[in-house]
Structures are given as C-alpha cells and as structure tokens.
T-cell receptor, first 112, second 114 residues
Framework: DTAVSQTPKYLVTQMGNDKSIKCEQN?????MYWYKQDSKKFLKIMFS???????INETVPNRFSPKSPDKAHLNLHINSLELGDSAVYFC???????????FGPGTRLTVL | GQQLNQSPQSMFIQEGEDVSMNCTSS?????WLWYKQEPGEGPVLLIA?????ELTSNGRLTAQFGITRKDSFLNISASIPSDVGIYFC??????????????FGKGTKLSVIP
C-alpha cells in the first residue's frame, strides 16, 4: 500500500489555466505539507496543515491555495498558472511528534 | 528563514569506497533526517536522529546528530552502484510553530563509478 500518494504524476498545461493536485496519506498522520522542488533540486516548504488547519504558509503567491477536506487529504489548487510555476510538487506527511516526514512520489508540473 | 549548508555538493567515487557528507546549521535543530532521492521519485527517509550525540545505522549507512545540535553527518560504507542519487539532510527546528517545518539542505549528488 502506498503511504503518501499524489495525482497526477505529470501535469502539462497552458499559462493562465487553473489546475489541482491531489494528495492522500494512509499513515494516520496529523500533519501534511506541500513542498516545491525547483530545477536545482532545492526543496522548499509551501504549506503545512495540522488536523485540517493551516499552520505554515510560506511566501507563496495567493494563486496557490491548499485545501484539506479531512486529515488524510491535502489538495493544492493553482490559479492562473505562470511559466515560473513549472516544478515538481511534493506532498508529505508526518506524525505530531515529528518523527519522520514521508513524501509522495511528486507531481511534475510543466506550464507552457 | 533557516538555512542548512550541505556539503559536498556532488561526489564521484569508485565502487567500494566510503562516502561522507555533512550538514551544518546556524540554529539549533531537535531532529535531523537524511533522505535519498532517485530520479523521478520522491525523497525516501533513510535515517532519523532525535537526540544530540545520537549515532544511528541503517545497513551500510551511519548518521550522527551533532552534540551542538547544529550539525549532522551521513556516512555510506562500501558504496555500490545503486547508492547513486541525491542525498538530502533535513532539520526540524527546536520548538514553536517552526517545529512543523522541515528545512532541507541543497543536496549531495552521489555518482558511483563501477
């Protein structure tokens, strides 16, 4: 069973479109995250949710909006996509104790 | 925000050699994690460290949590071709809202020559 899953794996879209990425974890963790990995492989946190509440919102454009319908899901919606949004987006989860963050397989977003 | 300095940035080694990489931080962390990322995949947790001075092994991998809480190293012994990938250190701040945040180093890209 996949611990942290994301869909889709690849997303190619035109500039200006709106798209969503879905994430689900079956580990029973309390906290979920979205990370962005740029072309230089640097991983930067975007959002952190604890029990459906936003904990961390780094300096991310408000075109990015996370939504957590329940503890096991954290989706990322992106409005008015721009070329600079092209990256790999990773969902992750961790228990409240912080004893290990577990990552999904990533979604490679390409904006044309 | 907090930054982690990870070195070296890349390594080319012969199969069978030992590898060492490290991370340093300007602030205290209460958790250090080491990840490996292969092409097209997400980072996979290798070793987690929770106490200053802790030394933990996972097969041929050994990692230590520095006594100052500001550094950690990862050693790989007798490298094999499947060790190829990017290794990331990551640290969790000591307390507060930031304790939900995991800060990553910039990675060490490991290449193993058979």
């Amino acid at each position: 069973d996949t611990a942290v899953s994301q869909t889709p794996k690849y997303l190619v879209t035109q500039m200006g479109n709106d798209k969503s990425i879905k994430c689900e974890q079956n580990l029973g963790h309390d906290t979920m995250y979205w990370y962005k990995q740029d072309s230089k492989k640097f991983l930067k946190i975007m959002f952190s949710y604890n029990n459906k509440e936003l904990i961390i919102n780094e300096t991310v454009p408000n075109r990015f909006s996370p939504k957590s319908p329940d503890k096991a899901h954290l989706n990322l919606h992106i409005n008015s996509l721009e070329l600079g949004d092209s990256a790999v987006y990773f969902c992750a989860s961790s228990p409240l104790s912080g004893s290990g963050w577990f990552f999904g397989p990533g979604t490679r977003l390409t904006v044309l | 925000g907090q930054q982690l300095n990870q070195s070296p940035q890349s390594m080319f080694i012969q199969e069978g050699e030992d590898v060492s990489m490290n991370c340093t931080s300007s602030s205290i962390f209460n958790t250090w994690l080491w990840y490996k990322q292969e092409p097209g995949e997400g980072p996979v947790l290798l070793i987690a460290l929770y106490k200053a001075g802790e030394l933990t092994s996972n097969g041929r991998l050994t990692a230590q949590f520095g006594i100052t809480r500001k550094d950690s190293f990862l050693n790989i012994s007798a490298s094999i071709p499947s060790d190829v990938g990017i290794y990331f250190c990551a640290g969790r701040p000591y307390s507060g809202a930031g304790s939900y945040q995991l800060t990553f180093g910039k990675g060490t890209k490991l290449s193993v020559i058979p």
